[in-house]
């Protein structure tokens, strides 16, 4: 047993994707509507991040569940409550899930501007002085577009590998030598980790690609040590699919139009993710 771990481990390390890269048959997704019930998340004009989160995830599920039946979908949310992040990747890893997608919608921080309104006498002494008065503006509103996918930053790896241990049995089918009373588990744990970050770095670039072919903003794939990302025992993204405080793009995410456009900028993404990892 020691000698086929050891054999094991030099194969992964010098060649982790091998393993982990094609063959690998995605069954279950698990859709994540971003933040939910007392939770609005970002505000814009006329709408909340919570609301068109769920929008976008009802309608992905909905796609993937018409051009991808051999697929299940599970949800995060189905309605206006929120899960804890906690909860979210508890229902992920509990469900078995093979890929984690996180929707949200972007805002920008705004920015503050101190303008002088005009000015007061005030007394200075015996004397009496004109000085300037001033009124600070909030702009809120931004002129910032497009979408970016995030997957999970490298320093929350350990946690990573703590969701990996303890839900194992999801992946046992693949080596048929996990054990987590071996302390040689822990290599193979973290090469699955890495793997799991390829993974999610790939499915990250196919989104993007769709969302870029469509003519929005591509803003890129990038790392953040997001808990939802880092709780779950599977390869994982979070979408952030506009910016809420765009008036532009917040009336394109309350249209119809705009929603049935992001979901299928998404669901083309993990469509050309799954006939890869499955080839």
Not at 4 to 12: D, K, M, P, V, Y
Not at 93 to 102: A, R, T, V
Not at 162 to 178: H, K
């Amino acid at each position: 047993m020691r000698t086929s771990l050891i054999a094991l481990f030099l194969f992964l390390a010098f060649s982790p994707q091998l393993l982990f890269a094609n063959g690998k048959k995605v069954k279950k997704i698990v859709l994540d509507a971003g933040h939910g019930g007392k939770d609005g998340g970002a505000r814009g004009k006329i709408s909340s991040e919570k609301d068109l989160t769920l929008d976008v995830s009802l309608l992905v599920g909905k796609m993937i569940k018409e051009y991808m039946p051999d697929v299940e979908v599970i949800y995060t949310r189905t309605t206006d409550v929120y899960p804890s992040l906690v909860q979210r990747h508890e229902i992920a890893n509990q469900n078995g899930g093979d890929l984690f997608i996180s929707i949200h919608v972007n805002s920008t921080a705004g920015r503050t501007q101190r303008i002088q309104t005009g000015t007061k006498l005030v007394k200075k002494g015996k004397k009496k002085v004109r000085v300037p008065v001033y009124k600070t503006i909030h702009h809120r509103e931004t002129s910032t577009s497009g979408t970016e996918t995030y997957v999970l930053g490298l320093h929350r790896n350990s946690q990573k590998e703590g969701a990996i241990g303890e839900y194992s049995e999801e992946i046992t089918d693949e080596t048929g030598m996990l054990n987590t009373n071996d302390p040689q588990t822990a290599i193979i744990i973290a090469q699955y980790t890495q793997a799991y970050l390829s993974r999610s770095i790939t499915l990250g670039n196919k989104i993007q690609q769709q969302f870029y072919s469509q003519g929005r903003n591509d803003l890129g794939v990038k790392q953040k040590g997001l808990e939802v990302l880092a709780g779950s025992a599977m390869p994982g993204v979070l979408i952030e699919i506009g910016f809420i405080n765009n008036p532009e793009e917040e009336e394109y995410l309350n249209s119809a139009a705009g929603q049935k456009e992001v979901a299928t900028a998404i669901v083309k993404g993990i469509m050309a993710y799954k006939a890869e990892a499955e080839k």
